[in-house]
T-cell receptor
Framework: QKEVEQNSGPLSVPEGAIASLNCTYSDRVSQSFFWYRQYSGKSPELIMSIYSNGDKEDGRFTAQLNKASQYVSLLIRDSQPSDSATYLCAVNIKASTLTFGKGTMLLVSP | DGGITQSPKYLFRKEGQNVTLSCEQNLNHDAMYWYRQDPGQGLRLIYYSQIVNDFQKGDIAEGYSVSREKKESFPLTVTSAQKNPTAFYLC?????????????FGPGTRLTVL
């Protein structure tokens, strides 16, 4: 069973819409969850971290964590063309390390 | 400016050669990591180090070696034993404290084997 799974996409949304990105993980004891944004040819950039069940909001981004169902999601409100990128989910499965999903490509059309 | 630097940005290697990728950070982070990314793939952990003079193998350590002689530096050597070294190599660091393992990445080195 893959440890961190994401739909590869692409997820296409029109400008101004809400983009919803999902991630599931296999290890129930995972404690830390992260979303990274990676533009083509660039390195990943940390955009959100979440540690407790529920929602965490930061500007247009909201991370949602449900440990019972073992999923974490990222909502992007008022999507902009500049949000077009690959979004990587990362989970602290093994001590002191992160396990990354393969990423979901998001395309926001003007 | 605090951050992580990697050099070179692009590297070309002939088969059979060892090459060393540089990673330096001035964030005063204890932990440093090396990942490899192949097209359309996620990040795979090669090696990591939580303190100076200590490091652990990640999921794909074969054909690679590292050292951690200084807190700020964590160079990666890609040896001739690595069968498919062409990839995007990413270095990251974190303060490694508590449950937070927020990792911050350098700009990466793109290695191509000719």
């Amino acid at each position: 069973q893959k440890e961190v799974e994401q739909n590869s996409g692409p997820l296409s949304v029109p400008e101004g819409a809400i983009a919803s990105l999902n991630c599931t993980y296999s290890d129930r004891v995972s404690q830390s969850f992260f979303w990274y944004r990676q533009y083509s040819g660039k390195s990943p950039e940390l955009i959100m971290s979440i540690y407790s069940n529920g929602d965490k909001e930061d500007g247009r981004f909201t991370a949602q964590l449900n440990k019972a169902s073992q999923y974490v999601s990222l909502l992007i409100r008022d999507s902009q063309p500049s949000d077009s990128a690959t979004y990587l989910c990362a989970v602290n499965i093994k001590a002191s390390t992160l396990t990354f999903g393969k990423g979901t490509m998001l395309l926001v059309s003007p | 400016d605090g951050g992580i630097t990697q050099s070179p940005k692009y590297l070309f290697r002939k088969e059979g050669q060892n090459v060393t990728l540089s990673c330096e950070q001035n964030l005063n982070h204890d932990a440093m990591y090396w990942y490899r990314q192949d097209p359309g793939q996620g990040l795979r952990l090669i090696y990591y180090s939580q303190i100076v003079n200590d490091f652990q193998k990640g999921d794909i350590a074969e054909g690679y070696s590292v050292s951690r002689e200084k807190k700020e530096s964590f160079p990666l050597t890609v040896t001739s034993a690595q069968k498919n070294p062409t990839a995007f190599y990413l270095c990251a660091s974190s303060n490694g404290q508590g449950r937070s393992n927020e990792q911050f990445f350098g700009p990466g080195t793109r290695l191509t084997v000719l």
